[in-house]
């Protein structure tokens, strides 16, 4: 059973532009949700978070908005920049638990 | 700066083999976790540990086994490689209390014959 969905695997947007990424979880335990991106031959890196208690968080370009009746989060770039293309990974975390649940990803594409 | 490094960027083995891939933090950390990434798969968590000579398995922990002797270097085993563990691998750390993030590696691509 795939708690965190990403479902669509790749976008392609123009720079400049805004990104949305999507992530759909079905766990309503989970109380803790972080994105991540990744680009080719390095580890994951972290991007931003929110907890279940909010819903909306905004670090710079970056906002994730979380809509927990949708049981529904996505992350907002604004502007979009080439540096901006890797592969970006949802995770939720339940509560009490130590275990992440990642997304399969969804890679970006931004064209200059 | 949270530092997480793998002993190894890429490694080939052949099969039978067995297999270790080191990963060490910098930070303290009390929990370590190792993951696997494979094309359409996403993360998929083998092993973690709460913290020195414990460990729980995650979700794929089958062909895989661990050691934590010490805070800072958690150790991912594979007893005897098989080509479907060619795989590219994470190590990340995380802080507990005061944080949910996890602190990725760099990764290390192993490709076994």
């Known amino acids: 059973d795939q708690q965190v969905k990403q479902n669509s695997p790749s976008l392609s947007v123009q720079e400049g532009r805004i990104s949305i990424l999507n992530c759909d979880y079905t766990n309503s335990m989970f109380d803790y949700f972080l994105w991540y991106k990744k680009y080719p031959a390095e580890g994951p890196t972290f991007l931003i978070s929110i907890s279940s208690i909010k819903d909306k968080n905004e670090d710079g370009r970056f906002t994730v908005f979380l809509n927990k009746s949708a049981k529904h989060l996505s992350l907002h770039i604004v502007p979009s920049q080439p540096g901006d293309s890797a592969v970006y990974f949802c995770a939720g975390r339940q509560g009490g638990s130590e275990k992440l649940v990642f997304g399969k990803g969804t890679k970006l594409t931004v064209n200059p | 700066d949270v530092k997480v490094t793998q002993s190894s960027r890429y490694l080939v083995k052949r099969t039978g083999e067995k297999v270790f891939l080191e990963c060490v933090q910098d930070?303290?950390?009390?929990?370590m976790f190792w993951y696997r990434q494979d094309p359409g798969l996403g993360l998929r968590l083998i092993y973690f540990?709460?913290?020195?000579?414990?460990?729980e398995k995650g979700d794929i922990p089958e062909g895989y086994s661990v050691s934590r002797e010490k805070k800072e270097r958690f150790s991912l085993i594979l007893e005897s490689a098989s080509t479907n563990q060619t795989s590219m691998y994470l190590c990340a750390s995380r802080e507990r209390p005061r944080t949910d993030t996890q602190y990725f590696g760099p990764g290390t691509r192993l490709t076994v014959l």
């Open positions: 930070m303290d950390h009390e929990n």
């Open positions: 540990s709460y913290d020195v000579k414990m460990k």
